[in-house]
């Protein structure tokens, strides 16, 4: 699309956005996607650091999507992982991830997020907004009851990130995850459906 003047093109929002927002939206992603995928995964190597592991390589990505994006994830009542890629809506660019995971039904109905940015969009607002629209995704299409995030006590910028979006700090898990090699200790922070609604009441 051509820009007008001094005026910058958007781009239309495609039909396979699940949740729009202001400047991001969220969409599955897909096949298409690993080449430029594992190459901002590659360069974002100085960010993700010893906070996560994304897919690097052509398998680990086909194994990502056919887990996070295949048939069973677009059922929303039985789907047990689903994954978001947050992408712009002036380019349709993606600039992080959200993965909603182990989602259980029944007496449970909550999930676990998990997420990362790409480089170079860390540190401009895109995973807060995309954040905020994953909530949306969750409590409003999902209709679950609870997410759950860990996050590493010592990643700052992702407790700035979940403090920002009024999830509450539940306690302290040691030795939780197994990342790069090691055991490590996280935070739990939650949202549930009763914080989710009354911030939509608050609005009104």
Same mark, same amino acid.
């Given at each position: 699309?051509?820009?007008?003047?001094?005026?910058?093109?958007?781009?239309? *929002? $495609?039909?396979?956005? =699940?949740?729009?927002?202001?400047?991001?939206?969220?969409?599955?992603?897909? =096949?298409? +996607?690993?080449?430029?995928?594992?190459?901002? *995964?590659?360069?974002?190597?100085?960010?993700?650091?010893?906070?996560?592991?994304? $897919?690097?390589?052509?398998?680990?990505?086909?194994?990502? /999507?056919?887990? !996070?994006?295949?048939?069973?994830?677009?059922?929303?009542?039985?789907?047990?992982?689903?994954?978001?890629?947050?992408?712009?809506?002036? +380019?349709? *660019?993606?600039?992080? /991830? &959200?993965?909603?995971?182990?989602? /259980?039904?029944?007496? &449970?109905?909550?999930? !676990?997020?998990?997420?990362?940015?790409?480089?170079?969009?860390? #540190?401009?607002? !895109?995973?807060?907004?995309?954040?905020? =629209?994953? =909530?949306?995704?969750?409590? +409003?299409?999902?209709?679950?009851?609870? /997410?759950?995030?860990?996050?590493? $006590?010592?990643?700052?910028?992702?407790?700035?990130?979940?403090? #920002?979006?009024?999830?509450?700090?539940? #306690? !302290?898990?040691?030795?939780? *995850?197994?990342?790069?090699?090691?055991?490590?200790?996280?935070?739990?922070?939650? &949202?549930?459906?009763? +914080?989710?609604?009354?911030?939509?009441?608050?609005?009104?």
């Amino acid at each position: 699309m051509r820009s007008r003047g001094n005026i910058p093109a958007i781009m239309p *929002v $495609p039909k396979s956005a =699940l949740v729009t927002g202001s400047r991001v939206y969220l969409r599955r992603p897909r =096949l298409a +996607d690993a080449s430029r995928f594992i190459a901002a *995964v590659k360069d974002s190597a100085p960010l993700h650091r010893s906070w996560i592991e994304a $897919p690097a390589t052509r398998s680990s990505f086909a194994a990502y /999507v056919r887990r !996070y994006a295949g048939p069973a994830s677009r059922r929303a009542a039985s789907a047990t992982n689903i994954g978001l890629f947050v992408c712009r809506i002036e +380019d349709g *660019v993606p600039a992080g /991830v &959200f993965n909603v995971s182990e989602i /259980v039904r029944s007496a &449970f109905n909550s999930a !676990y997020i998990g997420y990362y940015a790409l480089a170079p969009y860390a #540190g401009h607002g !895109y995973m807060a907004e995309g954040l905020k =629209l994953t =909530l949306q995704l969750a409590f +409003d299409r999902l209709r679950l009851h609870r /997410v759950e995030i860990n996050i590493q $006590p010592t990643n700052e910028r992702s407790i700035s990130l979940v403090r #920002g979006a009024g999830l509450t700090r539940e #306690g !302290y898990s040691r030795r939780y *995850v197994k990342i790069a090699g090691r055991w490590r200790d996280h935070e739990r922070w939650s &949202f549930l459906a009763e +914080d989710w609604h009354a911030r939509r009441a608050r609005r009104r």
